[in-house]
């Protein structure tokens, strides 16, 4: 079946993210867009996402739980995960790698922690979008650990990537899959970096505001859409 997906969706839990981007809102969204399967990933967290699930099994939409993780590098990694457990015992491991900084919401904008329903829980107080001591090479293998899969984010991007930040993608990082920005010409980028060929490309909204949740275009092609399943896809070449 044709899984129409958008893995990377910020919830109101990153402090760059509007405050409408609630759990509820997010699948409302995927749900008028058509979508099949999203995942949440909030900077360095999955604290929303339990709440996310919930509001697409009303709606009958796969939610991954995942993450945006920044490195110790600062270069973004999305992390996909097949079940919540394992998404949360990770956001805990990585709140452990947070540098202890106090968010200014005036500054960086709202961190807000939804439950069921949105009913609003709390709004978190360390910052969120700092780097974690955590480094690339790291990555592949602790996400794996946690049942879930990485992704480096928007590879081609000036800006908090693996070629920003390194110039150079190496294969020993151990990615099998790598996420591009929509409309980024695949052909076009792995002529400039061959090192590239043979992995996975798939393409996100990085949405942060809930008109930057899109139409269903892009899907992957599973006997089911379900988070072990897109992870498992993920995970191989
Ligand atoms: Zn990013
Ligand atoms: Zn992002």
Redesign the pocket.
């Known amino acids: 079946m044709k899984c129409y997906y958008d893995f ?1 969706i ?1 919830s109101c839990l ?1 402090p760059c993210a509007d405050d409408d981007m609630t759990p509820e809102n997010i699948v409302g969204m995927a749900y008028l867009a058509g979508l099949d399967a999203i995942a949440v ?1 909030d ?1 360095n967290t999955c604290e929303n996402c339990a709440a996310a699930i919930s509001a697409g099994q009303k709606r009958g939409i796969c939610v991954l739980p995942g993450m ?1 993780l920044m490195t110790s590098e600062e270069i ?1 990694v999305l992390f996909l995960f097949s079940k919540l457990d394992g998404a949360l015992e990770f956001s805990d491991y990585v709140y452990s790698k947070l540098p202890k900084l106090e968010n200014k919401p005036d500054i960086f904008g709202n961190q807000l922690v939804y439950g069921d329903g949105d009913v609003l829980l709390r709004s978190e107080p360390r910052l969120l979008s700092a780097a974690t001591e955590i480094g690339i090479y790291e990555t592949a293998r602790l996400a794996k650990f946690y049942n879930g899969v990485a992704v480096p ?2 590879i081609n991007r000036g800006a908090f990537s693996i070629l920003s930040n390194l110039g150079m993608y190496d294969t020993d990082m151990g990615f099998k899959s790598i996420e591009i920005s929509r409309g980024t010409s695949v052909e076009k980028l792995i002529c400039e970096h061959p090192e590239l060929d043979g992995l996975r490309f798939i393409q996100n909204s ?1 949405a ?1 505001s809930l008109n930057n949740v899109p139409d269903a275009e892009l899907y992957l092609n599973l006997n089911s859409c379900t988070p072990s399943e897109i992870t498992a896809l993920l995970s191989v070449e």
């Open positions: 990377h910020h990153s990933c900077h945006e973004h984010a928007h990085d942060h």
